[in-house]
């Protein structure tokens, strides 16, 4: 007899076990299943998708080591700490990221146990229909569950004709297993995943060299967020062409070879000891045997829903990077509560327009809320306050005088429409940012609320003022 269920939440990412505890916290009988072993020395499921295992948690991690070595390199001295020239231990690097990552994903199967959520390894499928339920195969076992949440996330983008074996040519996964410092590193795509990895391994002693399809640098950023995120990074040492056509792509025994065309039509070639190749990420939706009941897909090929990600079938739901909207474990998080909620009975609610993005480069690159082009494209009239960090005491105390804030604000009820960080901190000083949009907050607000000093917060507070020109230390 199949094994009965109120919800089964079908992946264990960020969304999915997420999901599941805040279901099993309103009482429901819950089980979630997961497939993909990662990095897994037995081979077995583990939970934590994408993000925990071969994302964002690992490449945080390689990224505080790398910033930490040119730190002993480049800064010490200026400080007057005095020591010889810094040597990487690469095995040790990476064993250090594992450990991280075998303890956060090891520490969710302990709140799955906390919260009496059974876990099933295997694939989940679809297989029919079942009275006011669904009838689904997970490994080899039938299960019905009365409600269904499809966590199953995303997947790199490859490029076509190009085989990733995670050695030469990297994705994600094996650009945080790269086992000593390639001479010379070439990179397809200058998002997220490409600048971050990219400053990981310049840090390191690599060539860096980044090829990017879009005419213009960090396009889903504001435009002044972009233009001073290319002269700094540019000034690091990553050498971004943007505007670039790929051609074929050679692998060797030891080495790849990228032929492009750059934005003004020229023929060029790089040859590189290793390649990344990071143009973006598709939807997991293969395996799911959605066609056979029904299940509607958009035509990016990920799952449709409505605002609180609800399917074309009755109890059936999805979240995170398998349905519309930015392909973030925190979106994915919270879209898992509202779930969750929802099915409970409860109101719930995400705002896409209010989920914060950042991008973990020296400077952290933050925003949330609408740009400034988003906003003239609109024809909304604005007023903007922007303060250098170079204005602010705790930020040359730390040596990190780089960057600025830029609130924006409406121009008649001063509602704070979007606030865009580049400089220290960035990716936790947009949390205030995010939470005085959410309340509605005026600048005025921001600008009347006390900030501690000296902190690197102030940078917002005077940004905040500034929107009104009164800004007092700039």
């Known amino acids: 007899m199949a094994q009965q269920l109120d919800i089964l939440v079908i992946g264990g990412g960020p969304g999915g076990y997420v999901a599941a505890i805040r279901a099993a916290q309103l009482g429901f009988k819950v089980a979630c299943c997961e497939s993909n072993p990662y990095a897994d020395p037995k081979g077995e499921p583990r939970l934590g998708g994408t993000c925990l295992n071969v994302g964002c948690i690992p490449s945080k991690a390689l990224l505080h080591t790398s910033h930490l070595f040119e730190e002993a390199g480049h800064a010490f001295a200026s400080q007057g700490i005095v020591v010889g020239a810094p040597k990487i231990d690469v095995a040790r690097m990476l064993a250090r990221k594992n450990g991280i990552v075998d303890q956060l994903t090891g520490g969710i199967k302990g709140l799955f146990k906390k919260n009496k959520i059974t876990f099933l390894p295997g694939h989940g499928a679809f297989i029919a229909k079942a009275g006011e339920g669904w009838k689904l195969k997970v490994g080899a076992e039938d299960v019905e569950a009365k409600q269904v949440v499809v966590a199953t996330g995303s997947k790199a983008r490859h490029l076509p004709g ?3 074996d995670n050695k030469l040519v990297c994705d994600n996964v094996g650009a945080l297993d790269i086992d000593a410092v390639p001479k010379r590193l070439a990179i397809i795509g200058a998002g997220v995943i490409g600048l971050e990895m990219g400053s990981v391994w310049r840090r390191l002693g690599s060539e860096v060299v980044v090829l990017e399809a879009a005419p213009d640098f960090l396009p889903m950023a504001d435009a002044d967020v972009a233009r001073e995120a290319a002269k700094i ?15 074929e792509v050679k692998v060797g025994k030891k080495n790849v070879a990228i032929a492009y065309t750059d934005k003004d039509g020229k023929a060029a070639q790089l040859d590189a000891d290793r390649l990344i190749v990071s143009i973006g990420r598709i939807p997991n939706v293969e395996g799911l045997n959605a066609g056979a009941v029904g299940l509607k897909l958009t035509e990016r090929g990920q799952i449709e829903v409505d605002d609180h ?76 306050g922007k303060i250098p960090f170079l204005a602010n005491g705790r930020a040359l105390g730390v040596g990190a005088p780089e960057g600025f804030v830029k609130m924006l604000a409406d121009e008649k009820t001063d509602r704070i429409l979007g606030v865009h960080i580049i400089g220290a901190g960035a990716s936790d000083l947009v949390a205030e940012a995010t939470v005085a949009i959410e309340f509605s907050a005026a600048s005025e607000d921001l600008a009347r609320i006390c900030h501690a000093h000296p902190t690197l917060s102030e940078v917002v507070h005077e940004a905040a003022l500034a929107c009104d020109k009164r800004a007092l230390h700039f």
């Open 233 to 247: 990074l540019a000034k690091q040492g990553l050498a971004i062409h943007t505007g670039v056509k790929i051609g």
């Open 309 to 384: 990600c609800r399917t074309n079938l009755p109890g059936v739901w999805a979240i995170g990077d398998v349905v519309r909207g930015p392909m973030l474990a925190h979106k994915a998080m919270e879209e898992g509560v509202m779930v969750a909620e929802i099915i409970a009975g409860q109101a719930g609610h995400v705002d896409l327009d209010l989920v914060p993005s950042v991008i973990y480069t020296t400077p952290e690159i933050a925003w949330v809320g609408k740009t400034e082009q988003q906003l003239k494209a609109a024809g909304v009239a604005y007023k903007a």
């Open 162 to 164: 190009v085989t990733v």
